[in-house]
Protein backbone atom coordinates (compact mmCIF):
# COMPACT_ATOMS: atom_id res chain seq x y z
CA UNK A 1 0.00 0.00 0.00
CA UNK A 2 1.48 3.63 -0.82
CA UNK A 3 1.36 5.44 1.91
CA UNK A 4 1.10 8.39 0.17
CA UNK A 5 -1.99 7.84 -1.46
CA UNK A 6 -5.04 10.36 0.24
CA UNK A 7 -7.42 8.29 2.69
CA UNK A 8 -10.62 10.30 1.82
CA UNK A 9 -12.89 9.10 4.13
CA UNK A 10 -10.86 9.92 7.07
CA UNK A 11 -10.59 13.65 5.22
CA UNK A 12 -14.46 13.52 5.30
CA UNK A 13 -14.10 12.51 8.97
CA UNK A 14 -11.28 15.45 9.72
CA UNK A 15 -14.24 17.78 8.07
CA UNK A 16 -17.07 16.53 9.58
CA UNK A 17 -15.67 16.84 13.44
CA UNK A 18 -14.12 20.57 12.82
CA UNK A 19 -17.60 21.77 11.24
CA UNK A 20 -19.12 20.42 14.38
CA UNK A 21 -16.65 22.41 16.66
CA UNK A 22 -16.96 25.60 14.49
CA UNK A 23 -21.05 25.23 14.71
CA UNK A 24 -20.80 24.23 18.60
CA UNK A 25 -18.74 27.73 19.02
CA UNK A 26 -20.69 29.82 16.86
CA UNK A 27 -23.80 28.66 18.69
CA UNK A 28 -22.94 29.31 22.29
CA UNK A 29 -21.39 33.04 21.29
CA UNK A 30 -24.57 34.05 19.42
CA UNK A 31 -26.84 32.74 22.38
CA UNK A 32 -24.60 34.06 24.86
CA UNK A 33 -24.54 37.66 23.37
CA UNK A 34 -28.26 37.40 23.18
CA UNK A 35 -30.76 38.89 25.51
CA UNK A 36 -33.44 37.10 27.33
CA UNK A 37 -36.03 38.73 25.65
CA UNK A 38 -33.94 37.58 21.82
CA UNK A 39 -33.75 34.05 23.49
CA UNK A 40 -37.58 33.95 24.53
CA UNK A 41 -38.19 34.71 20.42
CA UNK A 42 -36.99 30.73 19.96
CA UNK A 43 -38.94 29.01 22.62
CA UNK A 44 -35.44 26.79 23.42
CA UNK A 45 -33.47 26.62 26.47
CA UNK A 46 -30.27 26.63 25.21
CA UNK A 47 -28.16 27.66 21.92
CA UNK A 48 -30.21 27.10 18.68
CA UNK A 49 -28.55 26.83 15.36
CA UNK A 50 -27.14 28.86 13.65
CA UNK A 51 -27.43 27.33 10.02
CA UNK A 52 -31.10 26.90 10.93
CA UNK A 53 -31.76 30.07 12.32
CA UNK A 54 -29.46 32.66 10.10
CA UNK A 55 -31.66 35.01 9.50
CA UNK A 56 -33.54 35.61 12.60
CA UNK A 57 -30.09 35.58 14.42
CA UNK A 58 -28.42 37.60 12.83
CA UNK A 59 -31.62 40.14 12.62
CA UNK A 60 -31.22 39.47 16.77
CA UNK A 61 -27.98 40.50 16.82
CA UNK A 62 -28.54 43.76 14.63
CA UNK A 63 -31.38 44.93 16.98
CA UNK A 64 -28.82 44.85 19.91
CA UNK A 65 -26.35 46.68 18.55
CA UNK A 66 -24.20 43.77 17.40
CA UNK A 67 -22.61 42.62 21.12
CA UNK A 68 -20.44 40.45 19.04
CA UNK A 69 -18.58 41.40 15.58
CA UNK A 70 -20.95 41.05 12.41
CA UNK A 71 -17.20 39.62 10.70
CA UNK A 72 -16.40 37.67 13.29
CA UNK A 73 -20.06 35.93 12.82
CA UNK A 74 -19.10 35.55 9.04
CA UNK A 75 -15.68 34.33 9.41
CA UNK A 76 -17.02 31.04 11.15
CA UNK A 77 -19.90 30.69 8.97
CA UNK A 78 -17.29 31.28 5.88
CA UNK A 79 -15.18 28.05 7.66
CA UNK A 80 -18.50 26.06 8.37
CA UNK A 81 -19.66 26.28 4.16
CA UNK A 82 -15.65 25.69 3.05
CA UNK A 83 -15.96 22.78 4.87
CA UNK A 84 -18.84 21.59 3.50
CA UNK A 85 -17.88 22.71 -0.01
CA UNK A 86 -14.79 20.14 0.95
CA UNK A 87 -16.55 17.58 1.70
CA UNK A 88 -18.81 17.37 -1.30
CA UNK A 89 -15.67 17.22 -3.05
CA UNK A 90 -14.06 14.79 -1.91
CA UNK A 91 -17.28 13.03 -2.04
CA UNK A 92 -17.50 13.79 -5.86
CA UNK A 93 -13.93 12.47 -6.07
CA UNK A 94 -14.64 9.21 -4.53
CA UNK A 95 -17.50 8.32 -7.38
CA UNK A 96 -14.74 9.85 -10.03
CA UNK A 97 -12.80 6.76 -8.62
CA UNK A 98 -15.52 4.65 -8.72
CA UNK A 99 -16.50 5.35 -12.18
CA UNK A 100 -12.55 5.35 -13.11
CA UNK A 101 -12.32 1.74 -11.78
CA UNK A 102 -15.34 0.94 -13.75
CA UNK A 103 -14.45 2.40 -17.21
CA UNK A 104 -12.12 -0.46 -18.48
CA UNK A 105 -11.62 0.41 -21.77
CA UNK A 106 -7.56 2.78 -20.80
CA UNK A 107 -6.95 0.42 -18.28
CA UNK A 108 -7.32 -2.58 -21.07
CA UNK A 109 -4.77 -0.94 -23.17
CA UNK A 110 -1.79 0.24 -20.57
CA UNK A 111 -2.50 -3.14 -19.19
CA UNK A 112 -1.10 -5.16 -22.71
CA UNK A 113 1.45 -1.89 -23.47
CA UNK A 114 2.37 -2.52 -19.53
CA UNK A 115 3.40 -6.34 -20.35
CA UNK A 116 7.03 -5.21 -20.93
CA UNK A 117 9.43 -3.85 -18.27
CA UNK A 118 11.43 -0.87 -19.53
CA UNK A 119 7.67 0.95 -21.15
CA UNK A 120 8.30 4.35 -21.06
CA UNK A 121 5.19 5.98 -18.93
CA UNK A 122 3.79 8.36 -17.31
CA UNK A 123 2.64 7.85 -14.04
CA UNK A 124 0.88 9.75 -11.88
CA UNK A 125 2.48 10.81 -8.06
CA UNK A 126 0.03 10.86 -5.39
CA UNK A 127 1.69 14.29 -4.02
CA UNK A 128 1.01 16.18 -6.51
CA UNK A 129 -1.55 14.68 -8.85
CA UNK A 130 0.41 15.37 -12.27
CA UNK A 131 1.91 12.83 -14.28
CA UNK A 132 5.69 12.39 -14.49
CA UNK A 133 7.49 10.68 -16.67
CA UNK A 134 9.19 7.40 -15.83
CA UNK A 135 9.97 3.49 -17.11
CA UNK A 136 8.51 0.23 -16.03
CA UNK A 137 10.19 -1.56 -14.10
CA UNK A 138 8.36 -4.66 -13.39
CA UNK A 139 4.52 -5.60 -13.40
CA UNK A 140 3.79 -6.43 -9.51
CA UNK A 141 0.41 -8.00 -9.86
CA UNK A 142 -2.45 -7.45 -12.79
CA UNK A 143 -3.20 -3.55 -11.64
CA UNK A 144 0.21 -2.53 -10.35
CA UNK A 145 3.64 -1.71 -11.63
CA UNK A 146 6.71 -0.76 -10.14
CA UNK A 147 8.02 2.89 -11.87
CA UNK A 148 10.88 4.34 -12.03
CA UNK A 149 10.60 7.93 -12.62
CA UNK A 150 12.62 10.31 -14.36
CA UNK A 151 13.62 12.07 -11.36
CA UNK A 152 14.99 9.23 -9.96
CA UNK A 153 12.16 7.84 -6.92
CA UNK A 154 10.73 4.64 -7.66
CA UNK A 155 6.90 4.00 -7.22
CA UNK A 156 4.45 1.38 -7.08
CA UNK A 157 1.45 2.94 -9.65
CA UNK A 158 -1.93 1.53 -10.02
CA UNK A 159 -1.42 0.38 -13.36
CA UNK A 160 -4.72 2.18 -14.46
CA UNK A 161 -2.55 5.83 -13.21
CA UNK A 162 0.18 4.98 -15.81
CA UNK A 163 0.11 5.98 -19.64
CA UNK A 164 2.54 4.48 -22.32
CA UNK A 165 4.48 6.72 -24.13
CA UNK A 166 7.13 6.75 -27.25
CA UNK A 167 7.70 3.90 -29.83
CA UNK A 168 4.74 3.13 -31.80
CA UNK A 169 1.83 4.60 -29.81
CA UNK A 170 -1.05 6.18 -31.57
CA UNK A 171 -1.40 10.15 -32.38
CA UNK A 172 -4.83 10.36 -32.99
CA UNK A 173 -5.87 14.16 -34.17
CA UNK A 174 -6.68 16.70 -31.84
CA UNK A 175 -9.75 19.20 -32.11
CA UNK A 176 -11.10 22.33 -30.15
CA UNK A 177 -12.39 20.83 -27.02
CA UNK A 178 -10.02 18.13 -26.66
CA UNK A 179 -9.09 16.22 -23.50
CA UNK A 180 -5.33 16.24 -22.59
CA UNK A 181 -2.49 16.02 -20.40
CA UNK A 182 -0.32 18.43 -21.11
CA UNK A 183 3.52 18.87 -20.92
CA UNK A 184 5.02 21.33 -18.93
CA UNK A 185 8.06 21.85 -16.83
CA UNK A 186 10.88 24.58 -18.00
CA UNK A 187 13.87 21.77 -17.61
CA UNK A 188 14.40 18.73 -19.29
CA UNK A 189 14.18 15.89 -16.59
CA UNK A 190 11.99 18.45 -14.78
CA UNK A 191 8.71 17.87 -16.67
CA UNK A 192 5.68 16.80 -16.02
CA UNK A 193 2.03 16.79 -17.46
CA UNK A 194 -1.56 17.76 -16.34
CA UNK A 195 -4.78 17.59 -17.30
CA UNK A 196 -6.16 21.00 -19.83
CA UNK A 197 -8.04 21.11 -23.14
CA UNK A 198 -7.56 21.96 -26.37
CA UNK A 199 -9.23 25.55 -27.50
CA UNK A 200 -7.13 26.39 -30.76
CA UNK A 201 -5.04 24.37 -32.85
CA UNK A 202 -2.55 24.98 -35.58
CA UNK A 203 -3.22 27.01 -38.72
CA UNK A 204 -3.36 24.74 -41.85
CA UNK A 205 -2.63 27.46 -43.72
CA UNK A 206 0.66 28.37 -42.12
CA UNK A 207 3.02 25.93 -41.96
CA UNK A 208 4.89 27.63 -39.77
CA UNK A 209 1.98 27.43 -36.83
CA UNK A 210 2.65 24.25 -35.16
CA UNK A 211 1.44 24.97 -31.59
CA UNK A 212 -1.94 24.15 -29.86
CA UNK A 213 -3.43 26.44 -27.45
CA UNK A 214 -4.54 24.67 -24.05
CA UNK A 215 -6.64 25.40 -20.83
CA UNK A 216 -4.75 24.28 -18.27
CA UNK A 217 -6.58 22.79 -14.47
CA UNK A 218 -5.51 26.07 -13.38
CA UNK A 219 -6.94 28.40 -16.20
CA UNK A 220 -4.11 29.45 -17.32
CA UNK A 221 -3.11 29.45 -21.15
CA UNK A 222 -0.24 27.38 -22.63
CA UNK A 223 1.42 26.84 -26.30
CA UNK A 224 2.33 23.17 -26.76
CA UNK A 225 3.38 21.18 -29.73
CA UNK A 226 1.72 18.18 -30.63
CA UNK A 227 4.38 15.88 -29.31
CA UNK A 228 3.92 17.51 -25.62
CA UNK A 229 -0.18 16.83 -25.89
CA UNK A 230 -1.41 13.27 -24.89
CA UNK A 231 -4.91 12.20 -25.61
CA UNK A 232 -7.31 11.36 -22.58
CA UNK A 233 -11.24 10.62 -21.83
CA UNK A 234 -13.64 13.60 -20.27
CA UNK A 235 -13.35 10.99 -17.31
CA UNK A 236 -9.99 11.04 -16.77
CA UNK A 237 -9.64 14.76 -17.15
CA UNK A 238 -12.33 15.16 -14.61
CA UNK A 239 -11.13 12.69 -12.45
CA UNK A 240 -7.27 14.21 -12.42
CA UNK A 241 -8.96 17.83 -11.86
CA UNK A 242 -10.65 16.88 -8.44
CA UNK A 243 -7.47 14.79 -7.68
CA UNK A 244 -5.33 17.86 -7.55
CA UNK A 245 -7.36 20.14 -5.95
CA UNK A 246 -7.70 17.29 -3.06
CA UNK A 247 -4.43 16.87 -2.66
CA UNK A 248 -3.82 20.96 -2.68
CA UNK A 249 -6.71 20.92 0.07
CA UNK A 250 -4.59 18.13 2.02
CA UNK A 251 -1.52 20.08 2.35
CA UNK A 252 -3.21 23.14 3.24
CA UNK A 253 -4.94 21.60 6.00
CA UNK A 254 -1.90 19.48 7.04
Not at 39 to 67: I, S, T
Not at 162 to 191: K, S, W
Not at 218 to 225: F, G, I, M, R
Not at 226 to 239: E, V
Request: charged share 25%.
Amino acid sequence: INPQVVNLDAYKEKLEQAIKSYERHLNLVIWRALSQEERDKFKEDGPVQYMQHREALLEALENLGWPISYEDVILLEDEILAALTYIQQASDLQEAVKKETEKSSESHISQVFLTHKSQKVIARSDVTGFYYPGTVIKRISSTYALVDFSNGEIWTVPVKFTIPVGGAMPCPHLQVGDYVFARTGTQIGNEYYVPAIVIATPKREETGDKLYTVLMFNNSKEHCVRSGLIKISQTKYAFSCQYIKMVQMVDYMT
